[in-house]
Antibody, heavy 123, light 113 residues
Framework: QVQLVESGGGVVQPGGSLRLSCAASGFTFRSDGMHWVRQAPGKGLEWVAFIRYDGSNKYYGDSVEGRFTISRDNSKNTLYLQMNSLRPEDTAVYYC????????????????WGRGTLVAVSS | DIVLTQSPDSLAVSLGERATINCKSSQSILRNSNNKNYLAWYQQKPGQPPKLLIYWASTRESGVPDRFSGSGSGADFTLTISSLQAEDVAVYFCHQYYSIPFTFGPGTKVDIK
């Protein structure tokens, strides 16, 4: 079954850290670029980060650059998002998403999404 | 950053009627080197993640009903649902992947009249 399953969300205080994971199955994970996209409660979608299939290229949205780090372990079919210096405005459902073009270097559209994990930043 | 705007914010259409959603980009997202428009459309139903409907502005994703179609080029794009079904009630987002940071439109909510 082709799927992405996120985990690691929860409640964290401002300034804290959290690491999200995304377990992939049913497709050749090592051949596909991956993204994180977030959605604040009742709001629209915001692209967070992209990592190339081999981990050699990484790109970030302006609001998370320098605070978040995307990584992957192809031997475990798992994508990660390390989030540091969290702010209340980082509160959102975080989705991992598969890139629609295999071996892409900079990312394209998203053809598979997980169900998301909720991160709430609050004191 | 490329800004995408959508119109209308919401619309209500009778079952079987046509629904049209517009997406306008702050700059052209047509790459002349390959003549491709770097635009996708997604459908998001309540409590669910987004689902890819259309990419390259007009290519329908596998398994998506043919009542969904995408058109447009340059900076102006349209998603059309030719005959609205009850299961099409959702929010629809456009997305540009022409340049980083990738951006989304604010969404258009579609309901049944």
């Amino acid at each position: 079954q082709v799927q992405l399953v996120e985990s690691g969300g929860g409640v964290v205080q401002p300034g804290g850290s959290l690491r999200l994971s995304c377990a992939a199955s049913g497709f050749t994970f090592r051949s596909d670029g991956m993204h994180w996209v977030r959605q604040a409660p009742g709001k629209g979608l915001e692209w967070v980060a992209f990592i190339r299939y081999d981990g050699s290229n990484k790109y970030y949205g302006d609001s998370v650059e320098g605070r978040f780090t995307i990584s992957r372990d192809n031997s475990k079919n798992t994508l990660y998002l390390q989030m540091n210096s969290l702010r209340p405005e980082d509160t959102a459902v975080y989705y991992c998403a598969k890139d629609g073009v295999s071996t892409s270097s900079i990312g394209w559209y998203f053809d598979l999404w997980g169900r998301g994990t909720l991160v709430a930043v609050s004191s | 950053d490329i800004v995408l705007t959508q119109s209308p914010d919401s619309l209500a259409v009778s079952l079987g009627e046509r629904a049209t959603i517009n997406c306008k980009s702050s700059q052209s997202i047509l790459r002349n080197s390959n003549n491709k428009n770097y635009l996708a459309w997604y459908q998001q139903k309540p409590g669910q993640p987004p689902k890819l409907l259309i990419y390259w502005a007009s290519t329908r994703e596998s398994g998506v009903p043919d009542r969904f179609s995408g058109s447009g080029s340059g900076a102006d794009f349209t998603l059309t649902i030719s005959s609205l079904q009850a299961e099409d009630v959702a929010v629809y987002f456009c997305h540009q992947y022409y340049s980083i940071p990738f951006t989304f439109g604010p969404g258009t909510k579609v309901d049944i009249k």
